[in-house]
């Protein structure tokens, strides 16, 4: 099973600051199966990013990831306050989905 | 609107059952696989099972495997999760969610409920 690893486990930023999440697998993720979600307080997850670099429908373009092999990254060009949340990394690989423990993105 | 919505979620006793059901509408139910999520309180989010969009495939994660069955019914755009020999580590909010592309359920999952609350407790 693939174990997958997030860090910083928290991002403290300001609005219009840029944030740089890492997620990070024990093997290679094989056809970039890897997806980003944002979860709010309360609220379901919500898919930011699917196939480690393709956004979701109705995603503003300042989510990004990028990444393969066993590191990626989620890339929030400037934070807006709707985008203090936790997120997850999620992955699978041999009929297994596994998802990372979180980054919480706090204001500073 | 595309939406999911759980249902069948409660409190039972340790060893005891559920079923969960997930009805969706606003897209073609047939054509995607569908998954169950959940989430512990407090905690991340675990992948439960998924089943293929025809429903001849299903896949578990090894903590439910041989307790829980998922199943779905494409004519009632319905989908299920039967839980047997519950325990206590199986408290969490359980989410039904849609698979974001029709061709492959690895991808990810784009369309989520807001879940249903499972508590297992005497």
């Known amino acids: 099973e693939i174990v997958l690893t997030q860090s910083p486990d928290t991002l403290s930023l300001s609005p219009g600051e840029r944030a740089t999440l890492s997620c990070r697998a024990s093997q290679s993720v094989r056809s970039n199966y890897l997806a980003w979600y944002q979860q709010k307080a309360g609220q379901a997850p919500r898919l930011l990013i699917y196939?480690?670099?393709s956004r979701a429908t109705g995603i503003p373009d300042r989510f990004s990831g990028s990444g393969s092999g066993t590191d990626f990254t989620l890339t929030i060009s400037r934070l807006e306050p709707e985008d203090f949340a936790v997120y997850f990394c999620q992955q699978y690989d041999n009929s297994l989905v596994t998802f990372g423990p979180g980054t919480k993105v706090d204001i500073k | 609107e595309v939406q999911v919505v759980e249902s069948g979620g409660g409190l039972v006793q340790p060893g005891g059952s559920l079923r969960l059901s997930c009805a969706a509408s606003g897209f073609t139910f047939r054509k995607y696989a569908m998954t169950w999520v959940r989430q512990a309180p407090g905690k991340g989010l675990e992948w439960v099972s998924t089943?293929?969009?025809?429903?001849?495939?299903?896949f578990y994660a090894d903590s439910v495997k041989g307790r829980f069955t998922i199943s779905r019914d494409n004519s009632k755009n319905t989908l299920y999760l039967q839980m047997n020999s519950l325990r206590a580590d199986d408290t969490a909010l359980y989410y039904c969610?849609?698979?974001?592309?029709?061709?492959?359920?690895?991808?990810?999952?784009?369309?989520w409920g807001q879940g249903t609350t499972v508590t297992v407790s005497s």
């Open positions: 089943v293929t969009h025809s429903g001849v495939s299903t």
């Open positions: 196939a480690a670099s």
């Open positions: 969610a849609k698979v974001v592309v029709t061709t492959a359920w690895a991808y990810g999952m784009d369309v």
